[in-house]
């Protein structure tokens, strides 16, 4: 729901991104995203950093805050396909990767894809669906393909899955398993618009998303994945970000701390924030700002309760950052 037209001065600022530095590509990203989704750069800064980073993005928020517009926004920007999947209870596996229909005149089975073979997918309410529907995501997520009927297919690269889900409304829903929500590298909230932004959407009723700019295409961002890996994390950065990990793993207070995949993904992860932060190093901020969005979705508090897990992960996750000190 966050967007505001384009005017003619801003779209003078957006230029090709063949002839800018990695650095300035993700920042002219972040740029064209906002000038139809705004009043949330860091939102956009971190899904723009999950993206390069080869992850997946789960959104807990109230319905109606943007969710839909920032996917739609981002795919309109980096020249990707897009498809929304509607979770529901009745949704099967076949709805999502696709089915194999046999043809009758080649007397042969043709492979039908689903919704999934595109490069943003918007899994809508995914928790409204069983445990069954959801596993299907699973191999898409880990490995960028799929498997029907024993024959493996690719999907689209890069490729991305954007999740939402109501933190308020349980009744009918199926938590997502540990194994499941490990696949997300980060966990993001939209939140609310500040007032003044918000009174400016009301008065002009937003701008589709379809009338973003086009910055680039699939093979641009692919280079800019290329760039994040190459940039330099330091032995102390690591030694830092690995102290942070066995933490979780450690703290009394949680009885399930980050894998190992989520640490590979929060390396990643901090590689590519310094990367859209303009730098060709990583620091330890960047570690620092992004335990949060990477951990609060994994870790499990002992004797977690549905009604307060979110406040009580919040609160064992800033006890960590304020009792390791990051290096000088």
Known sequence: MAQSPLSPDKLETLQPLASQTAQAQCQAIVRAVGQTFVGKQEVVELVLVAILARGHVLFEDVPGVGKTTLARTFARVLGFSWQRIQFASDLLPADIVGVSVYDQTTRQFEFKPGPIFAHVVLA?????????TQSALLESMAEARV??????HAL??????????NPREFHGTYPLPESQLDRFLVRLSVGYLQ??????????????????V???EPPDVEALIAAAAQVHVSAEVLSYLHALLQATRTHRSLELGLSTRAAIGWYR???????????????????RQLLVPVAAH??????????????????????????IPPPQ
């Open 147 to 152: 498997t029907v009927d024993g024959i493996t």
């Open 195 to 212: 007032a003044d932004q918000e009174m400016a959407l009301i008065r002009t009723h937003g701008v589709p998303a379809d009338e973003a």
């Open 269 to 287: 992860a901090v590689q590519a924030h310094a990367l859209v932060r303009g730098r060709s190093f990583a620091t330890p901020d960047d570690v």
């Open 298 to 323: 994994r870790v499990v508090p002992v004797g977690a309760n549905g009604a307060t897990e979110r406040e009580t992960t919040l609160a064992i996750l800033h006890q960590i950052l304020d009792s």
């Open 214 to 216: 086009t910055l680039a």
């Open 124 to 132: 809508d309410e995914i928790n409204r669906t069983t445990p069954r």
């Open 156 to 165: 689209p690269r890069p490729f991305v899955v954007l999740a939402t889900q």
